[in-house]
């Protein structure tokens, strides 16, 4: 039985891993976050102890150091995504394993600094990229392995999931929080491209805004129009007031079906990483850079077949 933390328990993400905790058989010992609604944690860990404060759950945590049985394995952190590089390292000084959702950092010169933290403590960070375990992704690798080598998949990636007035009001609308959209919600789709269809060769963006991002990606085996938004007015007509997400990965006139199966994805990632197979910094790398590029590149208005049907609806 390993010992747990868990930064950021008031989080949307945050039961998921505590489940996962559990049903690895393991024990979530102490947990933070500067809200209070952590009710949930009453039916799966009641015993563990919680703070709201940093400085004390530090001070907790080096306590539980000092008594082998008691130190703490892994840090798991589930905070907003502008803390999460600090909260990686203060778990790694703290001297244990991390597990950090999505997205990782915001740029790859923060993996190089983690990569040092790494080094200096002797500890690894690994990064939730769960739909790497998604039986219908390893379904697409494999297909996509086996097809000719010089044949060439056209992608096209719709995600839209409405957020209400709130999403704005919190740190997820705040781009220097959360990064943007397209990384907020965007990140672990670049992942699984780069997964399926190997190393990106182009990016470009065709448009960027608060609540909705679109482009093009180009990778060794893919050609892939995007697009993403969090609102609702974006939904297609047929899904308006029925559904507040839409979810479509048409690849080369087929639909990738990938709605069911997510539930146990985060317990399916504390396996691997628990197993010694989990992702680390470098396997996190590659959709970090994506999302990087994304956030900083010039609006280009595109060429004919690489733009999204839902920009030009836009203009």
């Known amino acids: 039985m390993k010992n747990f933390a868990l930064i950021g328990a008031a989080g949307y993400i945050a039961p998921r891993h505590m489940r996962a905790i559990q049903d690895t058989g393991n024990y979530l010992a102490v947990a933070y976050d500067i809200n ?78 983690l990569a040092r933290v790494e080094r200096e403590t002797g500890k690894r960070v690994f990064n939730i990229l769960q739909l790497r375990h998604h039986d219908a992704i390893l379904k697409l ?20 999931t409405s957020r209400g007035k709130w999403y704005m009001e919190s740190w997820k609308g705040d781009a220097r929080k959360s990064f943007g959209v397209a990384t907020n919600i965007g990140v672990h789709f670049y992942d699984m491209l780069h997964f399926v269809f190997g190393k990106l060769q182009r990016n470009v963006v065709h448009y960027s805004g608060e609540a909705k991002a679109a482009g093009y990606l180009e990778y060794e085996r893919a050609r ?19 559904k507040p997400t839409f979810r479509s990965i048409d690849i080369s006139g087929e639909q990738l079906e990938f709605s069911e199966g997510f539930t146990e994805l985060h317990t399916t ?38 733009i999204h049907p839902f920009v030009q609806k836009l203009a």
């Open 36 to 113: 209070d609604s952590v009710g949930i944690i009453d039916s799966i860990s009641p015993q563990s102890e919680f703070f709201t404060e940093f400085e004390r759950f530090y001070e907790h945590a080096q306590r539980l150091k000092r008594n082998p049985a008691t130190a703490l394995d892994y840090v798991a952190i589930c905070s907003p995504n502008y803390l999460h590089h600090a909260h990686i390292a203060a778990g790694l000084r703290l001297g244990a394993d991390v597990i950090c959702e999505k997205p990782l950092v915001p740029t790859p010169e923060l993996i190089d600094e």
């Open 141 to 160: 690798r494999e297909k996509v392995a086996a097809a000719p080598a010089d044949h060439t998949f056209d992608v096209e990636l719709t995600y839209i």
């Open 224 to 242: 892939v129009r995007w697009f993403l938004s969090i609102d609702a007015n974006d939904l297609p007509d047929d899904v308006k007031g029925k």
């Open 269 to 306: 990632s504390y396996r691997e990483v628990l197993a010694g197979r989990g992702y680390g910094l470098e396997d996190a790398r590659h959709c970090i850079e994506t999302v990087n590029t994304i956030r900083s590149a010039q609006i280009v208005r595109g060429q004919a077949g690489e």
